[in-house]
């Protein structure tokens, strides 16, 4: 049987180095190759693990990387774990005051644009006969349906416009891989880089860390059947409205 492999893009991020290690402990996949825009320092260098440069706004850094793979095997498991909450230096917006058309322009093409074409670059390296999983992580906040606090404009409609690109991506995909699963996931709020100015220490809300939100999105990927493409999961497992 063709070789099976795993690719975790965003895997200098806090959730996407925690579930390419989950993924590599479970030992399912012939090698887990992780991309990013540079190599982490402590990325193993053995047979289990690849690495490939990818940076989001370079389309053509897309392509190469799944030329390499598709020599590689066939890839059963795209985690696509890359995203930024503002522009570099700046906050989230408070209020429309701070609106910036930039700052909306990059939170666009790094949430929304680049996933998508994450799909369009590996999507046709995953198998017609057999499961595989394509899943991006999106955010709660870019859930219309929820959006009471407001606030955070260009990270919650970049993660709304990625919402939709998924589940259009998804209803084509079924049509050549009918058990193909594609969904975004909501992972928690979890300890790292990108959350860590906003978590207070101060507050209630119940902060994950990476290796317990990594564990938790794939327990939720190992239950979701083909029917459950298109979908927006929490890390609990549960639907989150759109
Ligand atoms: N942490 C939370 O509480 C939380 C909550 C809800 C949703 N999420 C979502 O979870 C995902 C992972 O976030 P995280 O918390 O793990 O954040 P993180 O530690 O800041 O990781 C973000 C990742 O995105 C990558 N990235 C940014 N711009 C890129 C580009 N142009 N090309 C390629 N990679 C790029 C970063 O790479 P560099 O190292 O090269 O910058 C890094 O690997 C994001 O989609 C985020 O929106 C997180």
């Known amino acids: 049987m063709t070789r099976e492999l795993a690719v975790v893009v965003g895997v200098s991020g806090g959730i996407g180095r925690a579930l390419a290690e989950a993924l590599a402990a479970r030992g399912t996949h012939a090698r887990v190759w992780g991309l990013s825009r540079s190599r982490p320092h402590d990325w193993p260098e053995d047979e289990a693990h690849g690495w490939l440069p990818v940076d989001l706004l370079d389309e053509a850094s897309l392509a190469r990387a799944a030329a390499r793979l598709a020599k590689d095997g066939v890839v059963t498991t795209v985690l696509v774990a890359t995203g930024v909450l503002a522009t570099e230096g700046a906050a989230p917006e408070k209020t429309y005051r701070a609106l910036d058309a930039a700052a909306l322009a990059v939170l666009f093409a790094v949430n929304a ?15 017609r006969d057999r499961r595989s999983v394509f899943a991006a992580l999106s955010a709660r906040v870019g859930s219309i349906g929820d959006n009471r606090l407001g606030g955070w404009y260009a990270y919650r409609a970049s993660k709304a416009a990625l919402n939709m690109l998924m589940r259009t991506l998804a209803v084509e995909h079924r049509q050549t891989r009918p058990q193909g699963v594609l969904v975004v996931l909501h992972p928690g709020t979890v300890e790292t ?3 860590r100015p906003f978590v207070s220490r101060a507050s ?6 990476p290796a317990f939100a990594a564990a938790a999105l794939l327990q939720v990927l190992d239950g979701l059947q083909p029917e ?9 497992g549960q639907p989150v409205p759109w």
Do not use: E, M, Q
Request: aromatic share 12%; no cysteine; glycine share 10%.
């Open 113 to 127: 644009t680049g996933p998508a074409l994450v799909a369009k670059h590996l999507l046709p390296l995953t198998p």
């Open 193 to 195: 880089a990108l959350s």
């Open 204 to 209: 209630t809300r119940t902060v994950f860390r």
């Open 228 to 236: 459950d493409t298109g979908g927006f999961f929490a890390w609990d």
